[in-house]
């Protein structure tokens, strides 16, 4: 748990684009891990199955507590390393503005680097909607930049 | 295959995967297709924004909190009607529904 709580941490906020939500979410999430934990297929990757259980509960949040599925737009997705700081906080409020399926993608895809195939399996879509996702999410956030220039 | 269908196929091609069609049929499109040709440009363009980014550091120290759920009594199974009465309604409600007089 110690090992992925940070990195799920950032995944939560990235859906939620809310830390208390996303603590919330992290620690039903590994509760519900701990109580399937019998039925984790040790030939999958331990993170991606978590993954799994993660995303259904901040779903389930976004969806109980009937918030707009925006993030707040102070909220950090994103942290730049070496890189132009103006430019991170540009996407960062863009994708702040995003719908949530979007943001999630082109995170897992541009920060984690995650090929088709793995997100395919991480969001539990078939690839070819991974594909036209990828690219209505990429459109959007093409749109939100450019309306903020 | 519709412009927007090709657009999908030439990112996928772009991001180094397996489009659902071949590449020089992507590329023959986009020779002859100025507005595909553009978007995928510009789409091209938008991914250098994410150099250098990375999410940012997150710590959290749950494990005192889950230790506390974990170590907490498991809650008793509640009936969803709470008192005698109310499931002998039920009882009788079911009972006329199924014809038991």
Known sequence: MERYQNQAMAH???ILGNPTDAEDALQEAFL???RAL???DEGRSFYSWFYTILRNRCWKLLGSRNRPDRAAENVEILAASG???????ALGEALARLQVESREILTLRHLDGLSY???SVRLGIPIGTVMSRLFYARKQLQATLGGKR | MTCEEWR????ALADGEMPPVSRAAIETHLVTCDGCRRVIEELQELASTWDGQRRPDCYVDLWPAIQDRLRRPKR??????S???SWLTWLRTQAWRYGCK
């Open chain 1, 12 to 14: 939560a906020v990235a």
């Open chain 1, 32 to 34: 519900d891990a701990y």
């Open chain 1, 117 to 119: 195939e793995e997100l």
């Open chain 2, 8 to 11: 999908v196929a030439a990112m």
């Open chain 1, 38 to 40: 019998d039925r984790f």
């Open chain 2, 76 to 81: 008793p199974c509640w009936l969803p009607y």
């Open chain 2, 83 to 85: 008192s005698l009465s």
């Open chain 1, 83 to 89: 890189g132009n700081l103006d430019q991170t906080l």
